[in-house]
């Protein structure tokens, strides 16, 4: 079982949606990151929360640490947000364990 | 540039090559992390430096890789003998260390190096 887990692995909107994606972790963590990366490899960090929720324009993410979960929501969807949505969670060292990603892409 | 900058961005080497990929990280970032994503997957951690330290190397898949940080700035990721499973797209990150923690520091990522052994 992996440490972190996505889901959906794929997905499909179209334009105008909202947009949940999960993220369940088993280690104990300091904080987790949602991380967006576009094709050709950049990675943008988006949030890095150790509870509660947290709001960034369209962007919204959540953590309940109770239950070892995080959510990340986009509002009002858009094609320019098409990519790979990757939940990282950063524990007690000074590393972090990835979650696969969840590709997005979002129609017009 | 203000940002982690990566080199090359692409390298196509022959299997049993050696290569050596290049990172430069932010400016006074005192953390540097390597990462290797393959295809498809989720970075996986390689190793972690502290200034010139490389504290954690638990992350390197074989005796094949090596990473030096020598004056704490700029990392080189070294592989030897290369195999095509080492085929992946190769990630460095920084950070810098927050106000008392360095446990919830945001890491800033480069474009990636994508090594293609034939």
């Known amino acids: 079982k992996n440490e972190v887990e996505q889901s959906p692995q794929n997905l499909t909107a179209q334009e105008g949606e909202f947009i949940t994606i999960n993220c369940s972790y088993s280690?104990?963590?300091?904080?987790l990151h949602w991380l967006q990366q576009h094709p050709g490899g950049g990675i943008v960090s988006l949030f890095m929360?150790?509870?509660g929720k947290k709001k960034h324009g369209r962007l919204i993410a959540t953590i309940n640490i109770q239950e070892k979960h995080s959510s990340l929501h986009i509002t009002a969807s858009h094609p320019r947000d098409s990519a790979v949505y990757i939940c990282?969670?950063?524990?007690?060292?000074?590393?972090?364990?990835f979650g696969p990603g969840t590709r997005l892409s979002v129609l017009p | 540039g203000a940002g982690v900058s990566q080199s090359p961005r692409y390298k196509v080497a022959k299997r049993g090559q050696d290569v050596a990929l290049r990172c430069d990280p932010i400016?006074?970032?005192?953390?540097l992390f390597w990462y290797q994503q393959a295809l498809g997957q989720g970075p996986e951690f390689l190793t972690y430096?502290?200034?010139?330290?490389?504290?954690?190397k638990s992350g390197l898949p074989s005796d094949r890789f090596f990473a030096e940080r020598p004056e704490g700035s700029v990392s080189t990721l070294k592989i030897q003998r290369t195999q095509q499973e080492d085929s992946a797209v190769y990630l460095c990150?920084?950070?810098?260390?927050?106000?008392?923690?360095?446990?919830?520091?945001?890491?800033?990522f480069g474009p990636g190096t994508r090594l293609t052994v034939l």
């Open positions: 990150a920084s950070s810098s260390p927050g106000q008392g923690s360095t446990l919830y520091n945001e890491q800033f």
């Open positions: 280690v104990g963590i300091s904080a």
């Open positions: 929360l150790s509870s």
């Open positions: 990282a969670a950063h524990n007690y060292g000074q590393n972090f364990v």
């Open positions: 400016s006074g970032h005192v953390s």
């Open positions: 430096f502290q200034n010139e330290a490389q504290l954690d």
